[in-house]
């Protein structure tokens, strides 16, 4: 047994020459205590007292678990987190993962993002006065765990030396991650029921933990919005009240400009330290991802990977029912697997060794050029090609204006006359979600590419086999079949000249690669690439809702559907849907202008599209 070390309690020999101390508890400011495992070298059965560069990890995902996506092509069985931990310290680190306040073995209530920021910060100040660190700390880590790590860089902790922000790491969660277009993602009430479920309460006390799993949850999906005591987290207060907290303050203001939730109103205090962002198009960071490049890149030697993926699983090829291809995955395109990738990028900025030649690189994954046909695992073959560029958006991309013609056609002309289009948005029929950039939304939602049909498999799916352009509120603008391939590459907007009859209504946009009929697809294919929304409320700014009322008459609004890069290819036609909501990915808004998330009455809105000169416009980007 390796002997203590002063501080750290006793070590655990995991192998001749790997260490562990288990739960140690670290001490915040307001002193609740962290549980934190270090990993170190050890030799002849003693931890070694050398001081080396750390990597940490926080997470409210269990410290001491298994990781669901620590695998690669070669190795497609999860690496627990003892595991990656063993080999970061035989890499040359000392490894350190904390369960974040609140969950698992650390004290303290858990709130959701909010706290990630000076604990973040703490915990750094720790491991830096500690006879192990030298003083150099990487950070790295998954979703929550990369937003754990901009939470604390927003704030300039000591000995922070580099970052790998994988898949999260909010530039503003109110535009993308928790809000978007000031619609609500429900993925964040899904997610506080799953992970209610190991709450401290819940662990303390099994009857809290039987009447969370006995709720209905596809049942209380139907009973939305959610209110205190009236809500399938109601077992739990604390994560109900939170849950609520994020979806009834519904204006940007101090609630949202909070470190943890907002990096984009701290860049400048962000030490300028390489930074990995990483993120792909069917997950739900894209946005967070670009912003934070585009914010962060200068003066620091930065790397953006996009990947075809849904959330952070990086070493497959099918994502929904479509096949990317074999060069998907990162592994064997960007480097052998994504440990390699974060051990080289460490080597060099925290031991400085050789450089890896990633440093101001944009690696994107253009996704189609498939065959179009059905692969012998039942799926779309879409297909893809990783391509590089030295920034993003990239360069050379022209835009492209496509134009909404009553006659429910796009083109590069504008409509000569003004002319409108209405149709009727019952928020008791929401148009159901299809697939897309989703997650933590299982067992309800699951993202990635889908041919847009009704299926029982989705939530809300009232008509199976019926395609969504059959419903009479989802518009469908297409472009002639092309000519060529078309190449889109970069941001996607939607800016549409509207009315409505209610004092708050959505809009939504969907924007679909059409496969032409063949003999695997008789009805051809309508593959969703990228969507977006955006509540009336919001017209004049997301720091000043107000509703529309008789003297509003016509008003401009703007869509950013996720940025993209898909091949169009010749004979396929572009696609855009346009309606009123996309549920269960986003809240259904109740069209009456109640507060947000606490409306308990329903109308039908009249909502209306104007097309003219100065009407409206899909813009693309082109190569």
Not at 137 to 145: E, F, N
Not at 534 to 560: C, L, M
Request: hydrophobic share 35%; charged share 20%.
């Amino acid at each position: 047994m390796p002997e203590a070390d002063a501080g750290l309690g006793p070590a655990v020999l995991l192998a001749d020459d790997v260490a562990v101390h288990r739960n140690v508890m670290v001490t915040m400011r307001d002193g609740v205590r962290l549980a934190t495992d270090i990993y170190r070298p050890a030799s002849s059965g003693r931890v070694a007292e050398d001081s080396r560069p750390v990597i940490l990890e926080r997470t409210p995902y269990n410290k001491s678990g298994t990781p669901r996506t620590e695998f690669s092509v070669d190795d497609p069985v999860p690496m627990t987190r003892e595991a990656l931990a063993t080999r970061l310290v035989r890499e040359g680190y000392a490894a350190v993962f904390q369960d974040c306040r609140g969950r698992h073995g650390s004290e303290g209530t858990f709130t959701k993002y909010v706290h990630e920021g000076e604990d973040g910060y703490d915990t750094m100040a720790w491991i830096t006065g500690q006879p192990f660190c030298s003083g150099r700390i990487g950070t790295m880590g998954l979703s929550y765990a990369a937003h754990t790590q901009m939470a604390l860089a927003c704030l300039n902790p000591p000995g922070l030396a580099c970052m790998v922000l994988d898949s999260g790491g909010f530039s503003n969660a109110f535009t993308c991650g928790i809000r978007q277009g000031g619609a609500f993602e429900l993925k964040q009430a899904i997610w506080a029921y799953n992970h209610a479920m190991e709450s401290p309460a819940a662990l303390r006390d099994p009857t809290i933990r039987d009447a969370l799993s006995q709720e209905d949850l596809q049942g209380w999906m139907g009973r939305m919005p959610w209110t205190a005591g009236r809500s399938p987290l109601q077992w739990d207060p604390d994560y109900e009240r939170y849950l609520l907290d994020q979806w009834q303050n519904g204006t940007f203001d101090g609630f949202w400009k909070k470190i943890g939730l907002w990096a984009a109103g701290h860049y400048q205090s962000i030490p300028r330290i390489p930074i990995v962002f990483m993120s792909s198009w069917y997950d739900t960071y894209v946005q967070t991802a670009l912003e934070n490049h585009a914010g962060l890149k200068a003066e620091r030697p930065s790397a953006l990977i996009m990947g075809p993926w849904t959330h952070g699983n990086r070493s497959r090829s099918v994502f929904g029912d479509v096949d990317f291809g074999p060069a998907a995955t990162l592994d064997g395109q960007i480097d052998a697997d994504w440990l390699t990738y974060r051990l080289r990028w460490f080597a060099h900025w925290l031991k400085g060794e050789a450089g890896t030649g990633q440093e101001r690189r944009v690696h994107y994954f253009l996704m189609g050029g498939g065959s179009g046909r059905k692969t012998a695992e039942g799926h779309l073959d879409h297909g893809g090609m990783w391509c590089e560029a030295p920034d993003w958006p990239v360069p050379g991309a022209v835009p492209l204006d496509l134009h909404l013609h009553p006659g429910m056609r796009l083109d590069e002309r504008p409509p000569v006359l003004d002319e409108r289009l209405s149709y009727d948005f019952d928020p008791r029929d929401p148009v159901p979600t299809i697939g897309g950039a989703l997650t933590s939304g299982e067992p309800i939602f699951t993202g990635g590419g889908f041919d847009q049909i009704e299926a029982p498999e989705f939530f809300g799916c009232r008509n199976p086999g019926q395609p969504l352009k059959a419903r009479r509120d989802v518009l469908c603008f297409e472009a002639d079949p092309l000519e060529e391939d078309l190449i889109v590459v970069g941001p996607v907007t939607v800016r549409l000249l509207v009315s409505t009859d209610a004092p708050d209504t959505d809009f939504t946009a969907k924007l679909i690669d059409v496969y032409p009929p063949s003999r695997d697809y008789p009805n051809g294919y309508a593959l969703n690439i990228t969507d977006g929304i955006f509540r009336v409320r919001y017209r004049d700014g997301f720091e000043q809702p107000k509703p529309v009322d008789a003297a509003t008459g016509a008003f401009s609004i703007e869509i950013t559907p996720f940025a993209t890069a898909n091949r169009f290819a010749k004979g396929h036609r572009l696609r855009l849907d346009i309606s009123s909501s996309n549920f269960p990915k986003y809240d259904v808004n109740p069209n009456t202008g109640e507060p947000e998330g606490q409306s308990r009455h329903m109308r039908t809105a009249t909502n209306t599209i104007h097309f003219g000169p100065d009407g409206s416009v899909l813009r693309l980007h082109v190569l």
